[in-house]
């Protein structure tokens, strides 16, 4: 079955740049998105289309991606990006939903 | 400002059917823009998507839980609601609704969440 692969945990410290990947087959071919969730709270769209920034966001937040890799970056990391973050796509017919593992980045 | 809600009992026993209902407000359930969704993350796990429906009833699931989910929508009540038969310890989770974009799989405004937890 088609899967979206993350790093299960990132750590950077404050100021410096954290970057996110997401890998799956299907990715050239489906856009990918960003949640970001802090705990007891529900996951926020930040990143959707690969790389377009929701409204709202802060310009810190940015995605790219390279074939079958996606990856959100965080630049300038500060101490309250420290939260889960989620890649999502869809299935290469586009119907199916699908999330990556989640990565918990630590802001040491 | 669109807002989700969802509503349902917190403790289901096992073997039984979880039934959770999702009002929307500041917004219409009928907006043919939009996809209507159901996501749960078990405790201290990932996100794990349930299923969308349209609001003519159009609808797909999750291959994994296909087999004992249902979701339906309510156009006169702006509210969707998911059943999910027979159900385990495994099926206790935060579950979520959520608004997601025609012609994308983007999530864009989700409900706060509700804990069901299945135990006897």
């Known amino acids: 079955s088609y899967e979206l692969t993350q790093p299960p945990s990132v750590s950077v410290s404050p100021g410096q740049t954290a970057r996110i990947t997401c890998s799956g087959d299907a990715l050239p071919k489906q856009y990918a998105y960003w949640y970001q969730q802090k705990p007891g709270q529900a996951p926020v769209l930040v990143i959707y289309k690969d790389n377009e920034r929701r409204s709202g966001i802060h310009e810190r937040f940015s995605g790219s991606s390279s074939r079958t890799t996606v990856t959100l970056t965080i630049s300038p990391v500060q101490a309250e990006d420290e939260a889960d973050y989620y890649c999502q796509s869809a299935d290469i017919s586009g119907t199916f939903v699908l999330f990556g593992g989640g990565t918990k980045l630590t802001v040491l | 400002q669109l807002q989700l809600q969802e509503s349902g009992p917190g403790l289901v026993k096992p073997s039984e059917t979880l039934s959770l209902t999702c009002s929307v407000s500041?917004?219409?359930?009928?907006?043919?823009?939009?996809?209507w969704g159901w996501i749960r993350q078990p405790p201290g796990k990932g996100l794990e998507w349930i299923g969308n429906?349209?609001?003519?009833?159009?609808?797909h699931y999750n291959p994994s839980l296909k087999s004992r989910v249902s979701i339906f929508v309510d156009t006169s009540k702006n509210q969707f609601s998911l059943k999910l038969s027979s159900v385990a310890a495994a099926d206790t989770a935060v579950y979520y609704c959520?608004?997601?974009?025609?012609?994308?799989?983007?999530?864009?405004?989700w409900g706060q969440g509700t804990l069901v937890t299945v135990s006897s």
């Open positions: 500041g917004g219409s359930i009928s907006d043919t823009n939009y996809y």
């Open positions: 429906i349209y609001y003519n009833g159009a609808s």
């Open positions: 959520a608004r997601l974009l025609v012609r994308t799989v983007a999530l864009d405004y």
